[in-house]
């Protein structure tokens, strides 16, 4: 009964993306997940599903249909918003709940669209946290890599097409955004990587107010400090 609850108070919040990429005299289609952020046609996703879209389609859970428009991005926490006119839509905001307080097995629950299958409901626990997420942006001029910090990782089913979809607690509250999965075959193999509510927070509001968010930068790369490298260095 408590899922019954969950998935009817979350899924009206949940939306599916189609996009349409245009590459010269090509177009490529593309499909994720997102969520309701306000009553006033606010739509959060994951960048990676937007960025490049020259067209963009949503779909509520009731089969209602729209056209959107980018707000912003952000490559660095793979998060974009989007908008959509508010007038006469079914605008379910999400609650967003307190990520900071997640602890490893915890139960949570996954709404998206894999695969396009609508509305898709699916369950697990917090398998690990503080995880990082390794998320590229490329152009003919450069190739930076960006590694999101604080990630979640939850052996909840995450499948393609569930990329910017809630990650909820058995309260309802959305604890992150389903970003990305670990996998040989893109497939489940219940290693599934969510942004945190916290960053999401963050950043969205930004993303709404300038269209992008502005991350500090030392110019530092670090590596991890293995047994190898520390013999090598002579240090504890």
Do not use: C
């Amino acid at each position: 009964r408590t899922f019954q609850d969950i998935y009817n108070t979350v899924n009206p919040s949940v939306v599916n993306i189609q996009v349409v990429e245009a590459y010269g005299w090509t177009t490529v289609s593309g499909e994720g997940s997102g969520f309701v952020w306000d009553e006033t046609g606010y739509i959060v996703t994951n960048n990676h599903v937007v960025a490049d879209a020259s067209d963009i389609t949503v779909i509520f859970s009731d089969g209602t249909t729209t056209t959107a428009e980018i707000v912003g991005t952000d490559p660095q926490s793979d998060l974009a918003v989007i908008k959509v006119d508010p007038i006469g839509l079914p605008l379910v905001p999400v609650t967003m709940g307190d990520s900071l307080s997640v602890s490893v097995g915890d139960l949570v629950i996954a709404i998206g669209n894999p695969y396009g299958l609508s509305g898709t409901m699916t369950q697990g626990i917090v398998s690990a946290l503080s995880r990082s997420l390794t998320v590229d942006e490329s152009s003919m001029f450069s190739r930076t890599n960006y590694t999101i910090p604080d990630i979640i990782q939850t052996d909840t089913a995450i499948n393609p097409g569930n990329s910017g979809g809630v990650l909820v607690n058995v309260a309802g509250e959305v604890i992150g955004v389903t970003a990305a999965i670990q996998s040989s075959t893109d497939s489940n193999a219940g290693i599934g990587f969510v942004i945190p509510a916290h960053i999401v927070s963050r950043v969205v509001p930004v993303l709404i107010a300038e269209g992008k968010f502005d991350h500090p930068s030392l110019g530092l790369t670090g590596i991890t400090m293995t047994l190898a490298l520390a013999e090598q260095m002579e240090i504890d």
